[in-house]
């Protein structure tokens, strides 16, 4: 595979109208793009033309980026933005789901709250082991990879909105929550919850006699 | 003691210890804890693990459908 050209040469690239530039873009961010969409517009073809709109607009705006975000952060702006007025509603409300007070663990992995010994601490023969042992091959296999994929497909959708943004497209936090308008404080406990739930899924597929 | 961190409130506070927002006494009360608890050592390892490998994770590549319609689209933006 060529190598990733960074954001300033893909910038140059197609304000002179390179199609391999412009390749390289949708190839990385397209899928990504309509994931997200979906949380504003239920329809995967309205996501996947909202998507379609977000390039064009992309393309068109070229000239006006003034590079005062990061190019990628630019294009998830504008496509929440299409996609808002798409769904038709200004700001999304999130689910209950989204809010469902799922511990991070388990109870039934601690102690009893009451108990004399050790209350709330994990009991015994319920605590995480290391994932020390377990060999590199099958920790970056693309099966374990599929895993946290699944996981991810299964969270309520602004718990995977969130933790795609943040884990996979490595936006920051406050990018996140200008683009999805949620608070801070909310961005964290939705990606600390669907965290819990993917390292959960991982423990279930490494470690299953835990 | 009173001010003790138990495993099961460890659990629900490493998003927020990771990213550095815990109160100063917490934050300390939870490195005080790890560092006297195996399975809580785990858990954080595992929680730092998940996060780098679903950095690791990629979409779905294009179906042939999608790169051909996002390909007529910069070509005709292109001929404009």
Redesign the interface.
């Known amino acids: 595979m060529e190598a990733q050209l960074d954001e300033l040469t893909l910038l140059s690239l197609l304000r002179q109208r390179d199609e391999t530039a412009f390749t390289q873009l949708v190839e990385q961010y397209h899928s990504s793009l309509v994931r997200l969409a979906t949380i504003y517009v239920q329809d995967t073809r309205i996501a996947e033309e909202v998507a379609q709109e977000t390039w064009l607009a992309v393309l068109h705006g070229l000239d006006l980026f003034e590079g005062r975000s990061s190019l990628k952060t630019w294009i998830f702006t504008i496509l929440a933005n299409k996609a808002k007025t798409r769904g038709g509603r200004e700001t999304r409300t999130i689910s209950y789901a989204d809010w469902e007070d799922r511990p991070a663990v388990s109870p039934d992995r601690f102690n009893d709250s009451s108990a004399e010994k050790w209350p709330d601490h994990w009991a015994r023969g319920s605590a995480p082991a290391s994932w020390d042992e377990i060999p590199e091959d099958l920790l970056l296999s693309q099966e374990t990879l599929n895993i946290i994929r699944e996981a991810i497909d299964q969270l309520p959708e602004s718990q995977r909105s969130v933790i795609a943004l943040h884990d996979m497209e490595e936006l920051s936090a406050q990018e996140i929550c200008n683009i999805l308008e949620i608070s801070e404080t909310n961005q964290r406990v939705l990606l600390h919850r669907a965290r819990s739930r993917v390292r959960q899924a991982l423990e279930d597929y490494l470690q299953p006699e835990h | 003691m009173e001010n003790e961190m138990?495993?099961?409130?460890l659990?629900?506070l490493?998003?927020?210890y990771l990213?550095g927002?815990l109160l100063e006494d917490v934050h300390v009360q939870f490195e005080n804890h790890l560092s006297g608890?195996?399975?809580?050592t785990?858990?954080m390892?595992?929680?730092r693990?998940?996060?780098l490998?679903?950095?690791?994770?990629?979409?779905?590549?294009?179906t042939p459908i999608?790169?051909d319609?996002?390909?007529r689209?910069?070509?005709d933006?292109?001929k404009a």
């Open positions: 138990t495993c099961k409130e659990v629900e490493v998003t927020d990213e927002t608890c195996d399975g809580c785990s858990y390892e595992q929680m693990q998940t996060i490998l679903t950095g690791k994770v990629r979409e779905e590549n294009l999608q790169r319609d996002l390909l689209l910069f070509r933006w292109k």
